[in-house]
């Protein structure tokens, strides 16, 4: 009885999640005449795959596709290693101000996004950087986040270890190298992630600088070019879908990590 | 120099020590730089992404913007932010900002952790369950807001079609525009929330729990007067997490109303959110007025999460 509640429980919350997206791969599947048709069928029964061709060929969702993952890539590459560097810094060399430069990382995340857009983006016209993949990305490659997401994992490194690989002859380098990263590998997994996932799903920054160079969009900003009016509903929803999945790819291999590495620091 | 007295014992035999304490000097100072030489790459972002900006922010508050870029701008002080916070469109946005941070807020948190708590018990399949749960966390505010604008079209939309009105449409209908735009908000948050809460209740003891089961207590009230407590403080930090990805949601709005080529004059005031009125300001280049607007938006951030801070950190239990 109790486990036939549960089951019911969790079918019921499947249902609020899934039903939107179902009818997104769905209705992206139909004819118009069907889109219209009232009730429009729950089954595609004469699947449109053109929709998603069309994706491509005629709205060029190749090109903002690939901006995207040059974009999200360069951000991950980025805000990884500055926080690795810096978070490395703060745990294992001393220094002065070593503290207060630390508060001021921390300081980083009271400031929000929309005080500092309008002075950024005259900033970003200033250096010409407005056309390039260096105005989407740079200014996101460092976050204090995941300085101190990664500065907690590097605390967990037993003192004792760190003097062992001294005596061994490593310098500074080859411990960061051979035993701190190593060490480190599920957090820095889940902190690579979590910035995938906010750079992918980036709208008002490449919004604003992508709105005169097309050359340099997003797929965010693509699903808002291709719009929703009848005529283009179909592709609108295959777009829609096209952008999700690498997502959802991300999230089956990487869920039990994401959990994983919230248990471990953020949210106790 | 007479060698034989203690003193001299003892210089000779510094000797070699003061030696060292040069060579650790060195080193120090190598550790210094190695260290610096490290955090600069992040500092550099920040200064110029994140501190300059803050600062300029100030600067442009209190400065009219030129008509034409290059031409002097000229100083106004505290009147610019004045004017801007008084007048009609503001306020009218502000209660936009308020209603809907209202609803999506805790209904997201409320879903996030509903799912949590039956998601976190030992079933067979839960992991394709928990998988689920979380998908709308990876949802971007333009996917979700392209759904839904499918959903609730009042042409083709799924709702219509199952008799419940949608007529005239999203855009076009300030009575109801707001809420649908919060709820939509609300799904999207769902997900992160409940992978937090999940995360929050792994952490917890199981023995509690189950003791709490064991004593007859139905899932209800173990629901309420064991894990709600318990799990305060996780419940705490979604709800401050997710009144920030609010007052920043700039997308959905975007999406289906200021962009979407459809809106009545009435919806686009109607769900003009804080940051949406930043982002027409800084697109039509009136930085003074986007940065007084910023400043109010940064301010009201503040001011919520600090009062969710000291209401909340009350009633928040907190574990060893």
Excluded at chain 2, 122 to 147: D, E, H, Y
Aim: glycine content about 8%.
């Amino acid at each position: 009885m109790r486990l036939l509640g549960s089951y019911a429980g969790l079918i019921a919350g499947a249902l609020i999640v899934l039903f939107p997206l179902y009818i997104a791969v769905n209705d992206s599947l139909l004819t118009p005449s069907q889109i219209l048709a009232s009730p429009p069928p729950l089954f595609p029964t004469d699947p449109q795959w053109h929709n998603y061709v069309q994706a491509f060929s005629t709205y060029g969702f190749g090109s903002y596709l690939r901006n995207s993952f040059i974009q999200s890539g360069l951000i991950v590459l980025g805000a990884l290693t500055t926080s690795i560097l810096a978070a490395y810094a703060f745990v294992f060399l001393k220094f002065p101000f070593r503290r207060t430069l630390f508060v001021l990382v921390l300081a980083t995340a009271m400031i929000p996004f929309e005080v500092t857009v309008a002075a950024n983006y005259d900033t970003v016209f200033k250096i010409h950087w407005e056309g390039n993949f260096a105005g989407l990305t740079i200014p996101f490659m460092a976050t204090g986040f995941g300085i101190f997401l990664l500065r907690q994992s590097f605390m967990g490194i037993p003192k004792e270890l760190r003097e062992a690989a001294l005596i061994d002859g490593y310098g500074p380098i080859g411990f960061l190298w051979r035993v701190a990263l190593p060490l480190a590998r599920p957090v820095i997994a889940a902190l690579a992630v979590f910035s995938f996932l906010g750079a992918w799903n980036q709208y008002l920054w490449p919004d604003l600088l992508t709105s005169n160079n097309q050359s340099i969009r997003t797929v965010q900003i693509g699903l808002k070019v291709i719009g929703g009016t009848i005529a283009t509903v179909g592709v609108s929803l295959a777009a829609a879908v096209i952008t999700l999945v690498p997502l959802v790819i991300l999230l089956i291999l990487f869920l039990k990590n994401l959990v994983r590495a919230l248990t471990a620091g953020a949210v106790k | 120099m007479i060698i034989g007295t203690p003193a001299d014992a003892e210089a000779v035999l510094q000797l070699p020590r003061r030696r060292r304490g040069g060579a650790v000097r060195k080193e120090r100072w190598k550790e210094y730089g190695l260290g610096y030489l490290f955090i600069l790459p992040a500092f550099l972002i920040f200064g110029v992404f994140t501190f300059y900006p803050f600062v300029k922010n100030f600067w442009l508050a209190a400065h009219e913007t030129p008509l034409y870029p290059g031409n002097p701008a000229p100083y106004v002080g505290i009147h610019q932010f004045t004017t801007t916070v008084t007048s009609s469109m503001f306020l009218q946005s502000l209660e936009s900002t308020a209603i809907f941070t209202v609803i999506a807020v805790p209904i997201g948190v409320f879903l996030g952790l509903a799912l949590a708590v039956i998601a976190n018990q030992r079933l067979k399949g839960i992991a394709f369950f928990r998988l689920v749960f979380s998908a709308t966390a990876v949802t971007g505010v333009a996917v979700a807001a392209v759904i839904f604008g499918t959903l609730l079209s009042p042409t083709n939309g799924l709702l219509q079609s199952w008799g419940i009105d949608t007529a005239p449409g999203i855009a076009q209908s300030p009575g109801w525009a707001l809420y649908a735009v919060s709820g939509i908000q609300a799904w999207q948050f769902m997900g992160l929330s409940f992978i937090i809460m999940l995360a929050g209740l792994q952490s917890l003891p199981e023995e509690v729990l189950e003791a709490a089961r064991t004593d007859g207590a139905s899932t209800w009230t173990v629901f309420w007067r064991v894990t709600v407590p318990l799990m305060s403080p996780t419940i705490f930090f979604a709800g401050v997490i997710g009144t920030i990805i609010a007052l920043q949601s700039y997308g959905v709005v975007d999406i289906l109303i200021a962009s979407s080529g459809q809106g009545s004059q009435a919806v686009y005031t109607h769900t003009n959110l804080l940051i949406n009125y930043i982002y027409d300001e800084i697109y039509n280049r009136q930085f003074g007025v986007a940065a007084c607007l910023a400043i109010a938006l940064f301010l009201i951030t503040l001011v919520v999460t600090a009062v969710q801070f000291r209401v909340l950190a009350k009633r928040v239990h907190y574990g060893n």
